[in-house]
């Protein structure tokens, strides 16, 4: 199974700061990852796909970059809606699997 | 509008069966491969299960081989998942999902497992 392992797992960050999150696979995956934001109580939702291609509606404020094992979630301007739990996935290869979540706080 | 929405979920006993629904509208149901994905309170999220658009391929994760039967029906627009022998670690949340990447999830539908 491939594993994903996201860094931090925790984040304390301000409004108006930028921020990185990290996710690196225990082998090449290509750029078979995507992204996805949950606020507590709700449904995940598609932030990125393909490593660094937006899902339609989401702001450009989330990036996304990386190909191979090391991948990264970038959300710069962090304002209070963007403060939620971030996770990463592989779907090159079954089982699809998810990192552990970075929870992201606000200082 | 894509929407996807989850039934069936509720209390059951260990070793009890249960079956969820998720009704999908505003795009063509049958072209795209389904998923579920599960959450257990307080934890990340586990792929359970994979069924491509015509029914013709299903895909388990090894914690539900066996136990859990994904299905679908494309005339109703609807997605099942069949769930045998439930045990106490299959109390999560479960969500219906669009898509290996996943690009739109239901509200989901509670299962709880437990005497």
């Known amino acids: 199974d491939i594993q994903m392992t996201q860094s931090p797992s925790s984040l304390s960050a301000s409004v108006g700061d930028r921020v990185t999150i990290t996710c690196r696979a225990s082998q090449g995956i290509s750029n078979y990852v995507a992204w996805f934001q949950q606020k507590p109580g709700k449904a995940p939702k598609s932030l990125i796909y393909g490593a660094s291609s937006l899902q339609s509606g989401v702001p450009s404020k989330f990036s996304g970059s990386g190909s191979g094992t090391d991948f990264t979630l970038t959300i710069s301007s962090l304002q209070p809606e963007d403060f939620a739990t971030y996770y990463c996935?592989?779907?090159?290869?079954?089982?699809?699997?998810f990192g552990q979540g970075t929870r992201l706080e606000i200082k | 509008e894509v929407q996807l929405v989850e039934s069936g979920g509720g209390l059951v006993q260990p070793g009890g069966s249960l079956r969820l629904s998720c009704a999908a509208s505003g795009f063509t149901f049958s072209r795209y491969w389904m998923i579920w994905v599960r959450q257990a309170p307080g934890k990340g999220l586990e792929w359970v299960a994979n069924i491509k658009q015509d029914g013709s391929q299903r895909i388990y994760a090894d914690s539900v081989k066996g136990r859990f039967t994904i299905s679908r029906d494309n005339a109703k627009n609807s997605l099942y998942l069949q769930m045998n022998s439930l045990r106490a670690e299959d109390t999560a949340v479960y969500y219906c999902?669009?898509?290996?990447?996943?690009?739109?999830w239901g509200q989901g539908t509670l299962v709880t497992v437990s005497s």
């Open positions: 999902t669009r898509g290996v990447m996943h690009d739109y």
């Open positions: 996935q592989q779907y090159i290869d079954y089982p699809l699997t």
